[in-house]
């Protein structure tokens, strides 16, 4: 059993940034794809980055290239999500995600997630 708590979330103006963080605790950190998915009002869940249990690969949706930054501190069991340039259309509840994948293959569909964080609202106003 892996628990993840997220913390950071908060509410911001256009073009701010914002750093999400999210603690491991319970199985082996290192075997784990960690990642980040989000949900917005009336949409689906949807992948946001994904990073390889040796952080030596990284994978983002189109949304994030460029803004959003995902790394990880195995010594510290987090992860971390930075945030920059922040849209109105970011506005969502951010999830933190494990993956068992000893293989370290990032998947960006919700039903390879073994486990979720509680989540953390993000809000950017306009």
């Known amino acids: 059993q892996v628990q993840l708590v997220e913390s950071g979330g908060g509410t911001v103006q256009a073009g701010d940034s914002l750093r999400l963080s999210c603690a491991a605790s319970g199985r082996t950190f290192r075997s784990y794809v960690m990642g980040w998915f989000r949900q917005a009002p009336g949409k689906e869940r949807e992948f946001v980055a994904g990073i390889r249990w040796d952080g030596g690969r990284t994978y983002y949706a189109d949304s994030a290239k460029g803004r959003f930054t995902i790394s990880r501190d195995n010594a510290k069991n987090t992860v971390t999500l930075q945030m920059n340039s922040l849209k109105p259309e970011d506005t969502a509840v951010y999830y933190c995600?494990?993956?068992?994948?000893?293989?370290?293959?990032?998947?960006?569909?919700?039903?390879?997630?073994?486990?979720w964080g509680q989540g953390t609202q993000v809000t950017v106003s306009s």
């Open positions: 995600t494990a993956d068992y994948s000893p293989l370290g293959t990032i998947c960006s569909i919700s039903g390879c997630v073994d486990y």
